[in-house]
């Protein structure tokens, strides 16, 4: 119930593609859905989040879509560069609980 | 504005053998987290503290793991005695409050490797 389950497992995209990271979720009451960007030695760090009230959120390169009736987020990443190879996860959590559930990660290379 | 400090950033230690980890918030950040990130996982929420306070360990497995918050500021995360699962990255974060839409912010973790 508690679970996300996050995909693909690695991806690889050429330098100016699209990448495209999938989450999926059980627990309907969640409703606040952040990703994280983690590179080596490095702790996660928030990059964007999103809100079922709205579908899709968009921060520069990064935009997030939210289908709510699936119970599944993604990120888009638009023009990726080699800067953006990292580990991303993507996370949920219930409204007035910050407890975060992990999505098990994506490691992301972008290559020349 | 420096960020969440944790130390040591390596440790290896054979089983049986207990180790303790520290943290240091953010200045001003009442909300301190202790996760445990085993490779190829996401980050877990081991505990969690407000102030001095523990708001949630319902996933601390207690009967080795303990962690203290001292005056509301560092915390310590001991494992006594460690297991060979034990092996993993603990990650330490702070937020300025507990409430959603405090972002998170997360130290650069100490890997623990247990033979």
């Known amino acids: 119930q508690q679970q996300v389950k996050q995909s693909p497992q690695s991806l690889i995209v050429q330098k100016g593609g699209i990448s495209i990271i999938n989450c999926a979720y059980e627990?309907?009451?969640?409703?606040?859905f952040p990703w994280y960007q983690q590179f080596p030695g490095k702790g996660p760090a928030l990059l964007i989040a999103?809100?079922?009230?709205?579908s899709e959120k968009k921060e520069g390169r990064f935009t997030i879509s939210f289908n709510k009736s699936a119970k599944q987020f993604s990120l888009h990443i638009m023009d990726s560069q080699p800067g953006d190879s990292a580990t991303y996860f993507c996370?949920?959590?219930?409204?007035?609980?910050?407890?975060?559930?992990f999505g098990t990660g994506t490691r992301l290379t972008i290559i020349p | 504005e420096a960020g969440v400090a944790q130390s040591p950033r390596y440790k290896i230690i054979e089983k049986r053998q207990s180790v303790a980890f520290w943290c240091n918030p953010i200045?001003?950040?009442?909300?301190l987290y202790w996760y445990q990130q085993i490779l190829g996982q996401g980050p877990k929420l081991l505990i969690q503290?407000?102030?001095?306070?523990?708001?949630?360990d319902s996933q601390l497995p207690k009967d080795r793991f303990s962690a203290e918050r001292l005056k509301g500021v560092d915390s310590t995360l001991k494992i006594q005695p460690a297991k060979l699962e034990d092996s993993a990255v603990y990650l330490c974060?702070?937020?300025?409050?507990?409430?959603?839409?405090?972002?998170?912010?997360f130290g650069p973790g100490t890997r623990l490797t247990v033979t």
């Open positions: 996370a949920a959590t219930l409204f007035g609980n910050e407890k975060l559930t």
């Open positions: 503290f407000q102030n001095n306070g523990v708001v949630d």
């Open positions: 999103i809100r079922p009230d709205v």
């Open positions: 200045s001003g950040h009442a909300t």
């Open positions: 627990n309907t009451a969640f409703d606040y």
């Open positions: 974060a702070s937020s300025l409050d507990g409430g959603q839409g405090y972002e998170q912010y």
